[in-house]
């Protein structure tokens, strides 16, 4: 089992930034991609960004492409979402998501965070 707690939402006004947070724990050897997505009301959940274990492959929905960024600590067993230049577009509920072993998708995911942006 993993297991996945994500921090740092909250409320702030377009062209701030915020940092999300997401830690990992328990079987943490048996994942190999960790990604955010996100779910704006009355919206199916969208891909935000993700990434591999190494941090060495690192994927963007078009509409953050240059404003998110995604990071890593491995020692810390977390991932980062870096996002700059806020839109209200952007409010949702932020999730962070593991795939482990042969899983064809993310099989485990957080609790999700709320971000909220004002104009």
């Known amino acids: 089992q993993v297991q996945l707690v994500e921090s740092g939402g909250g409320s702030v006004e377009v062209g701030a930034s915020l940092r999300l947070s997401c830690v990992a724990s328990?079987?943490?050897?048996?994942?190999?991609?960790m990604g955010w997505f996100r779910q704006a009301p009355g919206k199916a959940r969208e891909f935000v960004a993700d990434?591999?274990?190494?941090?060495?492959?690192?994927g963007y929905a078009d509409s953050v492409k240059g404003r998110f960024t995604i990071s890593r600590d491995n020692a810390k067993s977390t991932r980062y979402l870096q996002m700059n230049s806020l839109k209200p577009e952007d409010t949702a509920v932020y999730y962070c998501?593991?795939?482990?072993?042969?899983?064809?998708?993310?099989?485990?995911w957080g609790q999700g965070t709320q971000v909220t942006v004002s104009s």
């Open positions: 998501a593991a795939k482990t072993g042969s899983a064809q998708s993310y099989n485990y």
């Open positions: 328990g079987r943490t050897f048996s994942i190999n991609r």
């Open positions: 990434t591999n274990w190494f941090g060495s492959e690192r």
